[in-house]
């Protein structure tokens, strides 16, 4: 029986409390492939895009072997997940804006004292003429006040409503981060440097909007650009890193769906990484990069997954004549000597899966 999606608001502002065991489950899996993902491939992801840089693919396998073998070395740290990765591509806009949020002209209509009174128009006329007197001290008396437009800097504008709306999602998110982490006690923290400042900077700006300009600004996605959010640089940035939020969105429910076939194309290939290194055997190796896309996980070309993700054939170095199959079957992952079909070493599936989320 499949596990129903969850809502994802609760799944983009990490209120997890809200799932089901089952979800919490199946959503706390998730986040464990993405973290070895992410730990993997921390120095090859493109943070303006999210994509990865192209390498050889035994480059890549060496890469997820050398993760697995050390992924106790800092099980607090800070991965570079989707959402870190647009935080920090973010957080230079975000602060510009909350210093220097943009504002537009409103006029509305107010009762002010009659000596600061700067001009009267219909809507001043209009209710003078409702109000009980004969001539103008009388209908303003005691108060001394009219109803005119006054004129006021609005900070309440769509990028601002747009900025808003990231950050609303970005800090909730980042804040866990931050609390699981553990980094602000950590030995070792010189090493992550300004990777980590600016996710603390972004967090501390809560206070500042809070009690600032944008205090009472709603946040609210937009559909479409003004032009604010299409020319200027930092507005810019807010509107691309909401379009990449959005494509997270979407990204965790094909990931939720998925999640099976995601962890046997893991499994394989951490399988595959251990038989290279430990074994001396060798496969034809070529250029690609990995992709992760509408929940599928590939490495290779943008043509999308293969039958060859689940097929590799293996040679061994001393006897390169007698080639191996490493290939999914039935719920195993099975190495076979091509020659005599026989079954070299067989893994089951649900034992591999077991290893990687515990």
């Known amino acids: 029986m499949s596990v129903p999606y969850p809502k994802t608001e609760w799944l983009m502002h990490n209120r997890t409390k809200n799932l089901s065991d089952e979800q919490q489950s199946r959503f706390e899996a998730m986040v464990r492939l993405s973290d070895l993902l992410n730990l993997t491939m921390a120095d090859d992801v493109i943070r303006t895009t999210g994509k990865y840089s192209e390498m050889l693919f035994t480059d890549f396998l060496e890469k997820l072997y050398d993760t697995i073998q050390n992924i106790n070395d800092c099980k607090h740290q800070l991965y570079m997940d989707d959402f870190v990765r647009i935080a920090r591509f973010s957080v230079p806009a975000i602060k510009h804006i909350v210093s220097n949020p943009s504002t537009h002209i409103v006029k509305n209509a107010e009762k002010v004292h009659v000596s600061k009174v700067k001009q009267t128009t219909s809507t001043t006329m209009r209710w003078m003429a409702k109000k009980p007197g004969r001539s103008i001290p009388e209908k303003i008396a005691p108060q001394n006040k009219v109803l005119t437009k006054v004129t006021h800097f609005s900070t309440d504008t769509k990028e601002n409503r747009e ?3 990231l950050y609303g999602i970005l800090h909730d998110v980042i804040q866990e981060r931050i609390l699981d982490s553990k980094c602000s006690t950590c030995s070792r923290a010189d090493e992550c440097g300004e990777d980590v400042k600016e996710l603390y900077d972004l967090v501390s700006l809560q206070s500042r909007i809070r009690h600032g300009d944008l205090c009472d600004v709603p946040a609210i996605k937009q559909a479409y650009q003004n032009n604010k959010l299409m020319c200027d640089k930092c507005y810019k940035m807010v509107w691309d890193a909401v379009g990449q939020i959005s494509a997270v969105e979407e990204k965790l429910r094909s990931d939720w769906q998925n999640l099976g076939n995601r962890y046997l194309q893991v499994a394989f290939w951490i399988i595959l990484s251990t038989i290279l290194h430990d074994y001396d055997t060798v496969i034809y190796d070529y250029k690609g990069a990995l992709h992760d896309e509408k929940g599928c996980l590939w490495f290779g070309d943008n043509s999308g997954p293969s039958c060859s993700d689940l097929n590799v054939t293996l ?28 079954t070299l070493i067989s893994c089951d599936l649900f034992d591999i899966l077991y290893d990687l989320v515990d």
């Not at 170095?317 to 080639?323: H, K, M, Y």
């Not at 199959?325 to 005599?340: P, W, Y």
Request: charged share 20%; hydrophobic share 35%; aromatic share 6%.
């Open 163 to 165: 900025t808003l709306y």
């Open 315 to 342: 040679y061994q170095v001393e006897q390169p004549s007698l080639p191996m199959v490493l290939c999914h079957s039935e719920g195993k992952i099975e190495l076979v000597d091509v020659l005599n079909s026989d």
